[in-house]
């Protein structure tokens, strides 16, 4: 089953795309912030990451550069309001 990081300090948003992505069979694992998300993504062990770009300390860029050095074959989508 694919993993797939949903990263986003919006609520509304995380469950939103949980329960898509789970009604699609991923398995989801989400996280509030990027600075929580940071040793989550450092592990490289995702198929995809989700990732809010504006968020209130780290920033969605950051993890993407993260996510990017970690593992980079796993495609990071940026989304935002």
């Known amino acids: 089953m694919d993993r797939v ?3 986003d300090d919006e609520k509304g948003m995380r469950d939103f795309l949980t ?3 789970k009604k699609e069979g991923y398995a989801v694992v989400v996280s509030e912030s990027a600075d929580k998300a940071s040793e989550l993504v450092g592990k490289g062990e ?5 990732s809010d770009i504006a968020m209130p300390g780290k920033s969605g ?10 593992n980079p074959d796993t495609p990071v989508i940026m989304i935002t309001a």
């Open 19 to 21: 329960i898509m992505l």
């Open 5 to 7: 990081l949903v990263i």
């Open 61 to 70: 860029i950051e993890i993407l550069k993260q996510s990017k050095a970690a």
């Open 46 to 50: 995702f198929d995809l990451v989700i």
